[in-house]
T-cell receptor, first 116, second 115 residues
């Protein structure tokens, strides 16, 4: 069964450094998402991406964040200058069809980011 | 605006007894509702979803949920808990009028299963 994959599984970085989190969505999916979960808190939406552009972003997704689909398979989240409060589990998700909220979003296993 | 309230942060049951995890939602239009499960150090797995077909939805591992519009509820149940059900459960809403179809998560309910 196809699945969403994410690399790395864990990332430790120093405050102020750039990090790139990578995701490979399911191959025939059209919508891509990043969510994050700070330890002990709820899962929060960061950004959605469709047709090679951001379709919606949350207040969390400020100028330090960017997303890219550099080729036909990868979907990346870049944090330009990490802060301590960026420490969280980051989940990538993808969805098959357009035009409906009924389609399931499939989640990757997550990347745990720790900013020191 | 959409929102989800999970009424219990922790639920503890004995193995073999019924499970009830409560969820209330707020949505301005026709919602799609989901339950996801997260086992320790694992990703999010879909248990079941409601998408305006049958109001009683059956999912994996014996779980089911009933959509009650009048009560704006989508409670998750299982007749008999198993030790392997111990995990965090998230009630999630997505709205048809939201063009990005983003998911809005509840704060989660941690299910503990006692032997």
């Amino acid at each position: 069964e196809p699945e969403v994959t994410q690399t790395p599984s864990h990332q430790v970085t120093q405050m102020g450094q750039e990090v790139i989190l990578r995701c490979v969505p399911i191959s025939n999916h059209l919508y891509f998402y990043w969510y994050r979960q700070i330890l002990g808190q709820k899962v929060e939406f960061l950004v959605s991406f469709y047709n090679n552009e951001i379709s919606e972003k949350s207040e969390i997704f400020d100028d330090q964040f960017s997303v890219e689909r550099p080729d036909g398979s990868n979907f990346t989240l870049k944090i330009r200058s990490t802060k301590l409060e960026d420490s969280a589990m980051y989940f990538c998700a993808s969805k098959r069809l357009t035009g409906t909220s009924k389609e399931t979003q499939y989640f990757g296993p997550g990347t745990r980011l720790l900013v020191l | 605006a959409q929102s989800v309230t999970q009424l219990d942060s922790h639920v503890s049951v004995s193995e073999g007894t019924p499970v009830l995890l409560r969820c209330n939602y707020s949505s301005s239009y026709s919602p799609s509702l989901f339950w996801y499960v997260q086992h320790p150090n694992k990703g999010l797995q879909l248990l079941l979803k409601y998408t305006s077909a049958a109001t009683l939805v059956k999912g994996i591992n014996g779980f089911e949920a009933e959509f009650k519009k009048s009560e704006t509820s989508f409670h998750l149940t299982k007749p008999s808990a198993h030790m392997s059900d111990a995990a965090e459960y998230f009630c999630v809403v997505s709205d048809q009028v939201d063009s990005s179809y983003k998911l809005i998560f509840g704060s989660g309910t941690r299910l503990l299963v006692r032997p």
